[in-house]
């Protein structure tokens, strides 16, 4: 069992920058893949980014890719998301998500933390 939580969402003008972290529990973190995803509001579930168990392969939407970066300490059991250059439509629930499989489909992933509200003013 994995237990997720998010924090480091909020209000911020656009062209800001935040960082989202996930703090996970458990002692086998360093086994899994994590990856971020995101709800905006009235829409589906979308993959934002993912990174390997030891941190060293990361994948990207084409959406966010070159703004957002993804990157974890295992040692602290966190997964973290620098977001720069933040736009309005990136406005929505990000979540992290934890599964033994590298992927970018949500389906694959077992754990997932309650959410953390990002909002973009433009």
């Known amino acids: 069992q994995v237990q997720l939580v998010e924090s480091g969402g909020g209000l911020v003008q656009a062209g800001g920058s935040l960082r989202l972290s996930c703090a996970a529990s458990g002692r086998t973190f360093n086994s899994y893949a994590m990856g971020w995803f995101r709800q905006p509001p009235g829409k589906e579930r979308e993959f934002v980014a993912t990174?390997?168990?030891?941190?060293?392969?990361?994948y990207y939407a084409d959406s966010v890719k070159g703004r957002f970066t993804i990157s974890r300490d295992n040692a602290k059991n966190t997964v973290y998301l620098q977001m720069n250059s933040l736009k309005p439509e990136d406005t929505a629930i990000y979540y992290c998500a934890a599964d033994k499989t590298y992927s970018s489909s949500s389906v694959n992933y077992d754990y997932w933390g309650q959410g953390t509200q990002v909002t973009v003013s433009s």
């Open positions: 990174i390997n168990w030891s941190g060293r392969i990361t």
